[in-house]
């Protein structure tokens, strides 16, 4: 099971931290990330991270998100700066099994396991 935490109201250029936590039978996990769903708009992956720290963002959000993990504790962490009302979606962790494999390329992550999703709200 994947716990995120973190979302709330925040204004435009503010910053706000998620938080991401697998509990459970969980010995380790192979790449997390952050997907996001806007109202009305598909879901898209936000960033990756793999477990070896490579990292992945989308071109929105590069330059002022950071994505981070903590492999003993299985979680992952995303630090959003400078945000814009756009920025506003539910965000949802996410994270693959160990044995997942990946293919050539900047790193993804293909959900094998999800959290509840956190409302991230930015007004302008």
């Known amino acids: 099971q994947l716990q995120a935490s973190g979302g709330g109201l925040v204004q435009a250029g503010g910053s706000l931290g998620l938080s991401c936590a697998a509990s459970g039978s969980f010995s380790s996990l192979n790449n997390m990330g952050w997907y996001r769903q806007a109202p009305g708009k598909q879901r898209e992956e936000v960033a990756v991270i793999t477990r070896g720290g490579r990292t992945n963002y989308a071109d929105s959000v590069k330059g002022r998100f950071t994505i981070s993990r903590d492999n003993a504790k299985n979680t992952v962490d995303l630090q959003m700066n400078s945000l814009k009302p756009e920025d506003t979606a539910v965000y949802y962790c996410?994270?693959?099994?160990?044995?997942?494999?990946?293919?050539?390329?900047?790193?993804?992550?293909?959900?094998?396991?999800w959290g509840q999703g956190t409302l991230v709200t930015v007004s302008s």
């Open positions: 996410v994270a693959d099994r160990v044995t997942t494999k990946y293919g050539a390329g900047d790193p993804y992550v293909f959900g094998d396991y």
